[in-house]
């Protein structure tokens, strides 16, 4: 947030500005502004907290973000730790670099998407919901515009714009942010937070807000640490596996087409045993070197992963025309002596048509006034179900979100709290919680980081009594089990 004008100090005069004593001064700018630059990108665990320290929030992605700037706003000194190098590094990428921020759907829309676990959203959105983003985001600077599905994105296209405008917003409003630091578990005495423990030392607070994400996209700093930060405490861990995903094939022709992108196709999952459909999409997909991709696909992979039994992929080419209005059509235009192969180049794109021909049995130079009517009805049956034989999900390390996680019941949906320790919450893509693409994770991650945000900073208002004493510093010995995440107590 911006400073006021009112407490600014007068312009410096010309004799301020010139001679001797003014290069002084800007040099010492220049020196002073170097030394805070090469601090900033070192992790400092000698600085002591503020006095007013009560909030810890572990994780500087998009919930992280939210939960230290609420907690903020909300009057609570804040410190959050994220153990990369820079944060919001996983909300960089997302969108393809576009940044899909929120969804302009209903909140019984969002409880859909998030299905079966939707309910637990309730208490979040009447708290902070989709408007309640936009707000924040225009009063940041950040200006949106909608598209197709409901999709809200920002007006500039860039993930980088609101990554950057979150980062600038927990920093002006006073957040202590602290790069390269890794918190190793949580202190607590007679089931009541204390503190946290880090790989070199330990930090006092009133509560403590783990925001950490999931499994997908290691690179991004995505560990899994708050999983077993959590089981460390108590905590059931619902078991993680790759949510919005790519699906792998198991036929060999998929990848003769990898880069091809279909749209406006439907694509659907089928009981390998009994072909019945148990879940579709319509909108665009893309051919990859070991299977398919795209929107629809990464929808779909929540299905996938969550049956039991085999299902393989049909995908309908021609979703808006019946099957007896395509034999109507094929009927009226087999005829000359073009053949089949030149005609589905017409029909399709050039590199998908052999594949058409080959799995509809019939023969590329059939001249077209010689196919027969079982050939046709062929035809029409394989435009409209184009078969995928599947073997599974891409890892997890592909994954946009990790499904599985912190087992929501243990969770007080009106504030993030944990139903084990009191004083710690959580926030984000940690939680058992993943929906379709759509900018739906997304705002769960903002709307769950900013209700965990103000909790906690109620939560460490309501505890102080008197005058505010100073927190111990952090200690600058290394801890004597790093490799332990379990709990730390002390009187």
């Excluded at 996209?217 to 999983?227: A, I, Q």
């Excluded at 959580?426 to 379709?436: I, K, N, P, R, Y």
């Amino acid at each position: 947030m911006g400073r006021s004008d009112a407490g600014a100090r007068p312009a410096p005069s010309a004799r301020d500005r010139a001679g001797p004593s003014g290069s002084r001064l800007h040099a010492g700018v220049r020196r002073l502004r170097f030394a805070r630059a090469t601090r900033s990108t070192l992790t400092d665990l000698h600085r002591p907290l503020s006095h007013r320290a009560r909030v810890i929030v572990v994780g500087g992605g998009p919930a992280g973000l939210l939960a230290a700037g609420s907690a903020a706003e909300a009057g609570a000194s804040v410190v959050l730790l994220e153990r990369g190098p820079k944060m919001g590094r996983k909300l960089r990428m997302t969108g393809k670099g576009r940044c899909n921020i929120t969804n302009a759907t209903d909140v019984e829309g969002f409880v859909r998407a998030f299905a079966p676990n939707g309910r637990f959203l309730y208490g979040p959105f009447a708290r902070f919901f989709r408007d309640d983003t936009l707000a924040l985001f225009e009063r940041l600077g950040v200006h949106v515009k909608g598209e197709r599905g409901g999709r809200i994105f920002p007006l500039s296209d860039s993930a980088l714009e609101v990554a950057a405008a979150l980062e600038r917003w927990v920093r002006d409003v006073g957040v202590d942010v602290r790069l390269n630091t890794r918190v190793k578990g949580i202190l607590s005495a007679d089931g009541r937070l204390q503190g946290v423990s880090l790989y070199h030392g330990s930090m006092d607070g009133a509560a403590a807000i783990i925001a950490t994400g999931g499994l997908s996209y290691p690179g991004t700093g995505s560990s899994g640490d708050g999983y077993a930060v959590a089981e460390s405490v108590g905590h059931s861990i619902v078991p993680t596996r790759p949510a919005l995903a790519p699906l792998l094939a198991d036929d060999r022709w998929p990848g003769t087409l990898s880069g091809l992108a279909l749209r406006n196709v439907r694509a659907s999952l089928a009981d390998r045993a009994t072909g019945k459909a148990v879940a579709s999409e319509f909108g665009e997909m893309l051919f990859t070197h070991t299977g398919v991709s795209g929107p629809i696909i990464l929808s779909l992979s929540r299905v996938y992963t969550r049956q039991s039994g085999p299902l393989d992929l049909r995908i309908d080419l021609k979703p808006a025309v019946s099957a007896e209005e395509l034999t109507a059509r094929f009927i009226r235009e087999f005829v000359g002596a073009g053949t089949f192969g030149v005609y589905l180049r017409q029909l399709m794109p050039k590199s998908l048509a052999p594949i058409v021909a080959d799995l509809s049995g019939v023969p590329a130079d059939r001249p077209l006034s010689a196919i027969r009517a079982s050939e046709r009805s062929a035809l029409v049956h394989t435009l409209k179900n184009l078969p995928i034989t599947l073997r599974g999900l891409a890892p997890i390390e592909q994954a946009i979100v990790t499904s599985g996680g912190v087992k929501l019941e243990e969770i007080d949906p009106r504030t993030l709290m944990s139903r084990r320790v009191d004083g710690l919450y959580f926030a984000g893509e940690v939680l058992d919680l993943d929906a379709m693409t759509g900018g739906y994770n997304l705002q769960a991650a903002f709307s769950t980081g900013y209700v965990a945000g103000v909790s906690a900073a109620a939560r460490a208002a309501a505890l102080t009594d008197g005058p505010e004493q100073p927190f111990r510093s952090v200690r600058s010995t290394p801890d004597p089990a790093p490799e332990l995440n379990g709990v730390r107590s002390r009187g």
